[in-house]
């Protein structure tokens, strides 16, 4: 059983990267997975609770020099209140719309569902097709210092992350798409603003006249991890969005995922899900 000694509330990212360099660490953002998976056991809480809440270099969304900056603390709501993620980042915007509850939009946050990692997390598959890059923040030497990593390279199991224990994820920072862009989010559960994924899908492309270019999918609750789907991308590069092209893509990102039967979703029921539903999320995104 754990046991809770110390809760901290650091009110700077250089007070709170201090903290974390102590070890024996539980971090707080909005509590939406911590919470839930303390009570259950899933999750062993260190003698160090942290709540980043006071930290303001962890808020805001912004862009700057064609890189959207989205704190890790921005939450759920905050997302879909936002003109630039809705006007720019739109397949992100999408997947906030069928995230959860009210209630849990309000307190969940862009950091905390990244380093929960879950195969099926709502935002990881939109930003993943976004090609987005996690800000880890430590201060090994007493001196704050900052890795990138690409969101493709960041996810490493159910649950499991490159970010070591004396790290913080600061922000995910996202290249700003060019606006002939074009992008769609699709998933599937038996009340799909409430329940995790039984699949999720993103596509992201930019429009060359008739063709498609610097295409992107990527999938959730199909595999370990979420994952890029580089064999459905390379089958549509160059291509209209035809039904050859998009029978061509779908056949191969069969051959990518490696879905498991669960009380959600059968192996073959994904596989037909994602088979069905690739064509149609891309499909649709073109037509808009």
Not at 40 to 64: A, F, Y
Not at 247 to 260: D, K, Q
Request: proline letters at 7%; charged letters at 25%.
């Amino acid at each position: 059983m754990s046991v809770l000694e110390t809760y901290r509330a650091p009110q700077s990212l250089d007070e709170a990267a201090g903290i974390l360099r102590e070890g024996n660490v539980t971090v707080l953002a909005g509590g939406t997975d911590v919470m839930p998976q303390s009570r259950i056991g899933k999750l062993k809480l260190q003698p160090v609770l942290m709540s980043l809440r006071r930290v303001p270099e962890l808020r805001g969304i912004c862009e700057e020099g064609g890189t959207v900056r989205l704190g890790a603390l921005v939450t759920i709501s905050e997302l879909l209140e936002s003109a630039l993620v809705r006007e720019r980042l739109n397949v992100l915007w999408q997947a906030c719309d069928h995230f959860a509850s009210d209630q849990i939009r309000n307190a969940a946050t862009v950091g905390g569902n990244l380093c929960n990692a879950s195969p099926a997390g709502d935002t990881l598959v939109p930003l993943l097709a976004l090609d987005a890059r996690a800000v880890l923040v430590s201060k090994p030497n007493g001196k704050l210092q900052e890795r990138r990593v690409p969101l493709a390279e960041f996810f490493t199991g159910p649950g499991r992350t490159v970010r070591t224990g004396a790290e913080l994820l600061a922000a995910a920072e996202v290249p700003l798409p060019p606006r002939e862009s074009v992008g769609g989010f699709y998933k599937h559960g038996t009340r799909p603003g409430l329940d995790i994924s039984a699949i999720a899908i993103a596509f992201v492309a930019r429009r060359e006249g008739k063709a498609l270019r610097d295409v992107r999918v990527a999938f959730g609750a199909v595999a370990p991890t979420p994952i890029r789907a580089p064999r459905a991308e390379a089958a549509l590069e160059g291509r209209a969005p035809d039904e050859p092209a998009l029978e061509a893509a779908a056949s191969a990102a069969l051959g990518e995922i490696r879905p498991i039967s669960d009380l959600r979703a059968s192996d073959w029921y994904r596989r037909e899900l994602v088979r069905n539903m690739l064509k149609r999320v891309i499909d649709h995104a073109c037509r808009m």
